[in-house]
């Protein structure tokens, strides 16, 4: 998911299945070094959690703004 992807995605109550055996999580990959996210982007995607991954703090904050006021 590029940067504006995730800073724009917000998510639906469709995207967590309540009272389901699962629900699925979130991560948010914070990190400047581009070969550590994409890593780690695809270490967690793996093992089924939903990924975002930026490059900077403020990136982070928009990315976790659009979250909350979904």
């Known amino acids: 998911m590029a ?28 990190d400047a070094n581009l070969a550590d996210r994409e890593r780690l982007t ?11 991954a930026v490059r900077t703090s403020e990136q982070a904050l928009l990315l976790l703004r659009n979250w909350l006021s979904c």
């Open 3 to 30: 940067v504006g992807d995730a800073i724009n995605t917000c998510y639906t109550a469709a995207d967590e299945t309540v009272g389901a055996a699962w629900v699925r999580e979130r991560i948010l990959i914070i």
């Open 42 to 52: 695809r270490e967690f995607r793996a093992a089924g959690y939903d990924v975002a």
